[in-house]
């Protein structure tokens, strides 16, 4: 079982070093652009070409400026109807305990000005620590965990802390080229006080021997932008012959409400 | 804790990067009702749908498309239960994963002005497997036409942009809004003040 080999229609044949030349050449004119006076790249490139799927899925024009309009200058409102209690511990939510190493992942979300963003949901999806996804495109042949379904919801506190208890996903192998694998990571969603705010992301692990390798992850051109994704051990936040602790902070872009005086929620 | 203690000098406010919300989200961020704002069934419901294509025009099928709007009146509304709808209560938020020929749908109300005189529209995000960031665009109701000429947003795009902006409004009273990542006819995608992407 071990052995048996990923394929499909979208499977790539190119090897990792293929990949890697064209990641160094990206990650090399950037830093050039960078060094001859243009900003560093924050965000990841949309059209990133080592990221086979992307190839005609970006799009090719600018983006168009638009001014927020009202309905953009709000999110939608979520509140605790909407979340069940057990729903931030990803190690309750079966008959079992799930295998792995227990893992918390906590932090603050927080605007572009610092400011918290309080009472917004935060939702996280992950594989299982074989590195399985529970869903029905995964054919990684790792084991499923019957105890782990790897979902996670939960609304931010008054001062934008969120707070989850999982296992440490492992890292899985995908068909992007031959050998790809992706480093580990937790999908996160979220919402700001603002639709503009809007995003979906990946945490990461620190030290993970994958980040060189990773298309997704080095799709942020700039060292100091990717180093944003990865989560920080904090031995403070680990408990005794519990769990391990990480720290995340989640920056979303800037807040354009900060000039309307006007909030008109109950 | 006060204003000051929130935002310390050194602190990064450097916008988090995004990534692609990749192939498996589709255990995870659908729930039962995400895409009924309004049952079906309601008075004044409306079918918001489209498909969703990449660069070769080829549906693409592993896409997940969040909608936010105001109700008929304008109003944003302000009430939680999104995720546990009660079958009443109009939250404004709708998420749809597309199936496997690419398409979206929605029940919901045709939105109606938050200003007088301004044209309607839902607030769209994608999202899909190979996007590496979380696109935003508009689809504007197609019936007024005077604020929809006033707007100057729309006023500043070109002619066939604009029109891509807004939504077709077909026989059986559906809004139908095709979504292009690429090409020639690439939908217009917005970017917002402080967004660098
Ligand atoms: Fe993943």
Known sequence: ?266 | MTEQDLRPDSRDLTATPGQTVGPFYGYALPYPGDNELVPPAAPHSVQFHGVVYDGAGVPVPDSLIEIWQADETGTVSRQTGSLRRDGFTFTGFGRCEVDPEGRFSFSTLNPGPTEPGRPAFISVVVFARGLLNRLFTRAYLPEDAEALAADPFLSSLDPADRDRLIATREADGSLRFDIRLQGEDETPFLRFPGHVD
């Open chain 1, 1 to 266: 079982m071990g052995a048996q080999k990923l394929s499909g229609p979208d499977d790539a044949a190119e090897s990792q070093a293929t990949l890697s030349a064209e990641i160094e050449e990206i990650e090399a004119s950037h830093a050039a652009a960078v060094a001859a006076g243009r900003p560093a790249e924050t965000q990841p490139r949309l059209d990133y070409p080592p990221y086979r799927s992307s190839l005609l899925r970006h799009p090719t024009k600018d983006p168009r400026h638009a001014d927020p309009e009202t309905i953009e200058l709000f999110s939608p409102a979520f509140g605790h109807r909407d979340i069940g209690i057990l729903e931030s511990d990803l190690t309750v939510q079966a008959g079992g305990e799930p295998i792995g190493e227990r893992i918390k992942v906590t932090g603050r979300v927080l605007d572009g000005e610092g400011r918290p963003v309080a009472g917004q949901l935060v939702e996280i999806w992950q594989a299982n620590s074989a590195g399985r996804y529970i869903h029905k495109r995964d054919q990684h042949p790792a084991p499923i965990d019957p105890n782990f379904t790897g979902v996670g919801r939960t609304l931010t506190g008054p001062d934008g802390s969120y707070s989850f208890i999982t296992i440490k996903p492992g890292p899985y192998p995908w068909k992007n080229h031959h050998n790809a694998w992706r480093p580990a990571h937790i999908h996160f969603s979220l919402f700001g006080t603002e639709f503009t705010q809007r995003m979906v992301t990946q945490m990461y692990f620190p030290g993970d021997p994958l980040f060189a390798l990773d298309p997704i992850y080095q799709s942020i051109t700039d060292q100091k932008a990717r180093d944003r994704l990865v989560a920080t051990y904090n031995h403070d936040v680990t408990e005794h012959e519990f769990l391990m602790g990480y720290n995340w902070d989640i920056v979303l872009t800037g807040s354009n409400r900060t000039w309307m005086e006007e909030e008109d929620h109950d």
